[in-house]
């Protein structure tokens, strides 16, 4: 079956570290996404990319970065940079260039020993 | 630049009781309009979408919601709930082309 693939689903990290959260799909969907979800906070757009090679910022990009080397990957760094990480964090893919994610993974719960 | 308004966070109600979400958002110009459910434990997942045409949208599970133009709302309602809608809820807009912006989300909790 298509979907993504979020790993792993708990992570834990020391201060000053910086880690790395796996997505991937097998949904041959262009455009993918990162979301940060935070209790009443809703999802915040981290970064997202369109194409290949290819990626923007979102509203949070700070402490963060991502690479798209293959289509369907788009690993998200959450640098040392980054002040208050500890949050769930959300993959997401779409077909077209619309926005609007289509498809979820099932998440990365990153926290901060 | 767009937002979202999510009029609830926490919602209580007891089966069979009729629903309704808030949702407001803010654009000047022609947007697209979603709701997201999140099932404990589960994906996030659309549950419905207004594109154009007919306000009134029925999605899955006995869920519509109806776009108000004038009132820049996009209400979610159900006639009656049961047990097994317990979840968080999203509202969401964009435009055309543009990323989805996120309301705060809503939990809704049913009662047995």
């Known amino acids: 079956d298509g979907g993504i693939t979020q790993s792993p689903k708990y992570l834990f990290r020391k201060e000053g570290q910086n880690v790395t959260l796996s997505c991937e799909q097998n949904l041959n969907h262009d455009a993918m996404y990162w979301y940060r979800q935070d209790p009443g906070q809703g999802l915040r757009l981290i970064y997202y990319?369109?194409?290949?090679?290819?990626?923007q910022k979102g509203d949070i990009a700070e402490g963060y970065s991502v690479s798209r080397e293959k289509k369907e990957s788009f690993p998200l760094t959450v640098t040392s940079a980054q002040k208050n990480p500890t949050a769930f964090y959300l993959c997401?893919?779409?077909?077209?260039?619309?926005?609007?994610?289509?498809?979820f993974g099932d998440g990365t719960r990153l926290s901060i020993l | 630049a767009q937002s979202v308004s999510q009029h609830n966070h926490h919602v209580i109600l007891s089966e069979a009781a009729s629903l309704e979400l808030g949702c407001n958002y803010s654009y000047g110009g022609t947007v697209n309009l979603f709701w997201y459910v999140q099932y404990p434990g589960q994906h996030l997942q659309l549950l419905l979408k207004y594109f154009s045409g007919d306000p009134l949208v029925k999605g899955i599970k006995g869920f519509e919601a109806e776009f108000i133009k004038s009132k820049f709302s996009f209400n979610l309602r159900k006639p009656s709930v049961q047990w097994s809608d317990t979840a968080e809820y999203f509202c969401?807009?964009?435009?055309?082309?543009?990323?989805?912006?996120f309301g705060k989300g809503t939990r809704l909790h049913i009662l047995p």
């Open positions: 969401a807009v964009n435009a055309w082309d543009d990323k989805i912006i």
């Open positions: 990319s369109q194409i290949v090679n290819d990626f």
């Open positions: 997401a893919s779409t077909s077209d260039h619309s926005g609007q994610p289509q498809h």
